[in-house]
């Protein structure tokens, strides 16, 4: 079992920043890709950043240049340094991260969710 456990959010003016923070514990050989989603009110569930155990990212088009995903495989973390915030990147934030087990199978896993409201 893994557990993800963010932190980080919390109400911002437009423009300001926020970072994300998600640290996994539990029993895994390792985690592979590592990222964000997001969910605002009434839409779908959207990628907003993965990165590899390599350290290759990928950002959706809305917040390239504004965020910057980072991990940490010594820790097990991974984070979300948030710029130039707007108002449309309100929602609530969920880590996720793939884990290969023990016993040779990976399983996706996510936290709890962190909310982040832009507003003024």
């Known amino acids: 079992q893994v557990q993800l456990v963010e932190s980080g959010g919390g109400l911002v003016q437009p423009g300001g920043s926020l970072r994300l923070s998600c640290a996994a514990s539990g029993s895994f050989v390792r985690l592979n890709v590592m990222g964000w989603y997001r969910q605002a009110p009434g839409k779908q569930r959207e990628l907003v950043a993965t990165i590899t155990n390599d350290g290759a990212t990928n950002y959706v088009d809305s917040v390239k240049g504004r965020f910057t995903i980072s991990r940490d495989n010594a820790k097990n973390t991974v984070d979300l340094q948030m710029n130039s915030l707007k108002p449309e990147d309100t929602a609530a934030y969920y880590c996720?991260?793939?884990?290969?087990?023990?016993?040779?199978?990976?399983?996706?896993?996510w936290g709890q969710g962190t909310q982040v409201t832009v507003s003024s």
């Open positions: 996720n991260a793939e884990a290969l087990m023990h016993w040779g199978l990976r399983y996706p896993y």
